[in-house]
């Protein structure tokens, strides 16, 4: 049958609707600047060149190392407010203000005048890059998710555009985005080559220091073990572990890092009471270093109070995830001097239980989005149990991380858990060698 003009119409138009919605980035409500093509081209009809702006985030991206994706996302979100509340002072009211990729976290701005309406030059389309980026800055502030400790400011490259009747439109907006996302990324690049060469300083220095928290056991609160943290400098964005390893990984210094965190530890317990068990997180990669059972090392734990038996080696399950296997050999290696295993993040991967039956961890410890309000869920309460049979199974002690309320408590052993940490109980605090104990538990039971 013959389709009519009226049915292809409809037809076209709503395969339009939906390619337009799925070039829509859900976290910010902006599209893809590859939508805005012809509304660049319009800019360009009476000008003889159009400003292009790339604005990113620069170090602020490590919010969603450090806070995780959600909190990363809502900067997104305000980054993109601003920029429209930017079209009233900073940006002429004509500026096209677009994505640079569903889900990126870079914008894309198109100018076509100054703020005085005459055409761009080099050092006017400049101005406005510094005008917007001290405006994020100061909005990102006030609502205080300005940044990591240590971040630089937002980052804007500038470039001008011009058309040309020999190449292609779209590639000349190609090209002129690259411009502006390379002068965007410069400074970026000098202060990461900063970073490593502060990074190195620490580990040359030792300039890192243990904190601990105690393992508990839920139903009596008796102290079971402890896990250790490491923190970097305190006025330092290297405060925090995961800034530090993140830098550490892309500088190569991983292992030394791993090694220096390690060590402070067994230090930070010299002369104190040593405790039953000690949790040292380490990486995937780091189950391999023959420093575990180094001379220095082994000097180190004995200084604490510390064999290999009393140390459990804490990896995250997702670093481990792909290829359990080939951790395997490590791991018995490890086991036949003494020490333990913990899968840290359990539940995180869809191959949970394979990987416990291949690596055989003799502790396991919850992912924290587990924990988190179970004693109103049912389907928590359900998967925390599963959890509970998963360990009996493999013969592994299950430990529930981040507690915070006595509710959680209480549930928890409903289900099944036995041990537990959380700031209900302590919180993150250097070990006293004289005393040798953390602070008792704040709860009562």
Known sequence: MTQRPHDEFHRMRTAYLRLRAAMRDPVTGLF?????????????????????????????????????????????????????DAKTCELPATTIIANAGIHADAFCLFINADLDGADLSPSALA?????????????????????????????????????????????????????????????????????????????????????????????????????????????????????????????????????????????????????????????????????WWAPETLAAMRRAGLDPSHVVLEVNESSVAENPDGYRDAIDWLRSVGYRLSLDDVGSSQHTSLIVEKLRPEFLKFDLTLVRGIEGDQLRRELVRSLVQLAQRAGATLIAERIESEDERRTLIECGARWGQGYLFAAETSRSPVAGAVPRPRVEL
């Open 32 to 84: 893809h600047y590859a939508l805005a093509f012809d509304e660049v081209r319009a800019l360009l009809a009476d000008r003889t060149h159009i400003g292009v702006l790339w604005v990113s985030l620069g170090e602020r991206r490590l919010i969603e190392t450090v806070y995780g994706w959600e909190a990363y996302d809502r900067v997104l979100m305000q980054v993109s407010r601003v920029l429209a």
């Open 127 to 291: 101005e406005i890059g510094s005008r917007l980026e001290a405006l994020l800055d100061e909005r990102l502030a006030a609502i205080g998710d300005a940044s990591v400790p240590g971040a630089g400011r937002a980052r804007i490259g500038s470039a001008l555009m011009s058309d040309n009747p020999f190449h292609r439109f779209e590639r000349l907006v190609y090209t002129a985005l690259e411009d502006a996302r390379s002068v965007a990324d410069r400074p970026r690049d000098s202060e990461r080559l900063a970073w490593m060469a502060e990074l190195q300083r620490v580990i040359r220095d030792g300039d890192v220091h243990a904190v601990f928290q105690p393992v508990i056991n839920l139903e009596d609160g008796a102290e079971v073990g402890l896990e250790a943290f490491t923190r970097g400098p305190d006025i330092s964005v290297f405060h925090l572990p995961r800034v530090m390893f993140s830098v550490g990984r892309e500088a190569g210094l991983a292992g030394e890092l791993d090694r220096l965190c390690r060590h402070s530890a067994f230090e930070a317990l010299a002369g104190g009471v040593a405790p039953r068990v000690l949790f040292v997180n380490t990486t995937a990669d780091s189950l391999v270093d023959p420093d």
